[in-house]
Nanobody
């Protein structure tokens, strides 16, 4: 079983910065992609950013240029540096790990989610 543990959320004023971290633990051979999603109150969960094991990044238009996703493959850890935060960035941020192989290249791939961390941006 794989667990994703997020940290780094909190309360910040508009224009401020936060850095989220997410570490995957358990029996892990490889992870195809890791990323961040968010869900604001009353809204659907949406993509924020993803990064593949090879370093290919994808961002939502709303965060492009303000947020940066990075990853340490050896530590199975993904980060999200969030700058110029705005009140509309307020949400619960969820870490994801997709295409996780447990023991070898031939293991079945599974997807996992973290429990979420709250980010609140005050105006």
């Amino acid at each position: 079983q794989v667990q994703l543990v997020e940290s780094g959320g909190g309360l910040v004023q508009a224009g401020g910065s936060l850095r989220l971290s997410c570490a995957a633990s358990g029996t892990i051979f490889s992870i195809n992609a890791m990323g961040w999603y968010r869900q604001a109150s009353g809204k659907q969960r949406e993509l924020v950013a993803t990064i593949t094991s090879g370093g290919t990044r994808n961002y939502a238009d709303s965060v492009e240029g303000r947020f940066t996703i990075s990853r340490e493959n050896a530590k199975n850890t993904v980060y999200l540096q969030m700058n110029s935060l705005q009140p509309e960035d307020t949400a619960v941020y969820y870490c994801s790990a997709s295409g996780v192989r447990a023991n070898s290249f031939w293991s079945a791939m599974r997807d996992y989610w973290g429990q979420g961390t709250q980010v609140t941006v005050s105006s």
